[in-house]
């Protein structure tokens, strides 16, 4: 089982009146000096929180409370936070970070397609790897099998493009926009047939990669591996052992995005305590005995309608139905009400995008109520965690 999980957060800085805004730098020194998690992001619009590396509820315990405390420095400093997947107003212009790794990246990626990244945030989570090379190809299989459940309920970036809507444009557009030359670096990878071919795999497309790189004059040795070159949905850090799911958006619903988490760990048990029929499902699942392409081209095509539609499609939300049931009878009781919580959330076949549609006012309005759901979901957090309510930070 994942032994210990650890969670990386992105938020968008507003300001008091929610205002985008590119002040994430002041927020960022001051909780830096109070001992707040908080890193700087590739622009000035967003910062990342991050927790201690724990089980699941110690390491959503310490995100709570690290939220409260940034949360209370930036009212102090006229400024608010709020996870989204990215800015309600499609025409802000966020100011990239200078710095000589988003240097390079901008000028492999152009610098249009560069500032979409720096608009774009998510909800990261990191799970041990095991020590078995099967066991661990099996892990990574199955975090790139969540990815239509974790697009579809995190999914709160609504967008019409050439008359479509898009119920998650920040997936599209960092997938097939920002990554269009480079998918096997931002898109979804196909399932792995070993552990010893995954990581020649990637040795393989990251020597491909820097090829491509010094045609455009770009150097990309200096600040990426075959690993961290990787900004798509799943990816491994063998330094820490550990995989990355990265294909949640962020969202208000801080206990939705924990209880997602929790179910995709129950997922995880479940596979190395399988037998019988739960091994033939999960032959499906993850490739591991059809054919890998097929099951990679339905998988590929199921995100993508979960891109579009989120839950609106029967397909999709029968597959994140059937997957999230699986994943539910692995859960630790401890666990437990936060994976109810997200099968609630996945039963009403609804997500933030259908709210924020919904939302019938103009962007500060809208911001208003999600910065309101946001705060209610940390209360609600207190609540799971039996955290004293209020811990922030004094400001100064």
Known sequence: MAAKIGFELELLVLDEQFNETNNADVL?????????????????????????????????????????????????????????????????????????RYGVKKRLLGEDRFEISG??????????????????IDQINFLKAVD????????????????????S???????????EDLPFQGQLQRFGTSYDRYVQEHLEKYLHFLHLSKEKDVDFSHYADEYNSIWGPTRINPHYGTSEIRSMGAVPDIVLLFGLADLIDGGLRRM????????????VLVGRHSDP????????????DAIRYGFKTEGVF????????????????????????????????????????????????KYAH?????????????QYFELPVGVIGDGG
């Not at 960092?174 to 990554?179: D, F, G, K, L």
């Not at 009781?333 to 996945?346: H, M, Q, T, V």
Request: aromatic content about 8%.
């Open 169 to 179: 444009w920040r997936t599209h557009t960092y997938r097939y926009i920002v990554h």
């Open 370 to 382: 999600l910065h309101e759901a946001y705060l209610d979901s940390l209360r609600s957090a207190h």
């Open 148 to 167: 239509p459940l974790a697009i579809a309920v995190t999914a709160c970036s609504p967008h019409y493009s050439e008359g479509m809507l898009f119920d």
């Open 119 to 136: 608009k774009v945030m998510g909800f990261h989570v990191h799970y041990d790897l095991p020590d078995d090379n099967q066991d661990k």
């Open 318 to 365: 029968d597959y994140c139905s059937s997957l999230a049931a699986f994943c539910d009878a692995g859960v630790v009781a401890e666990g437990k009400p936060l994976a109810s919580y997200a099968n609630r959330f996945l039963a009403d076949k609804k997500n933030y995008a259908d709210k924020i549609v919904s939302l019938h006012s103009d962007n500060h309005q």
């Open 293 to 304: 392409e097929e099951s990679y081209s339905l998988l590929q095509a199921m995100s993508d």
């Open 272 to 283: 190395r305590s399988s037998t019988g029929t739960d091994n033939l499902y999960l032959d």
């Open 28 to 100: 960022i020194a001051d909780a830096q000096k109070q001992g707040v998690t908080v890193t700087p992001e590739c622009s000035h619009a967003m910062v990342e929180v991050n927790s201690r590396p724990d089980s699941l509820l110690v390491a959503a315990s310490d995100l709570v409370n690290q939220l409260d405390r940034l949360n209370g420095i930036a009212e102090y400093r006229g400024l608010k936070v709020l996870p989204i997947e990215m800015p309600l107003d499609a025409d802000f212009k966020p100011i990239i970070r200078n710095s000589p």
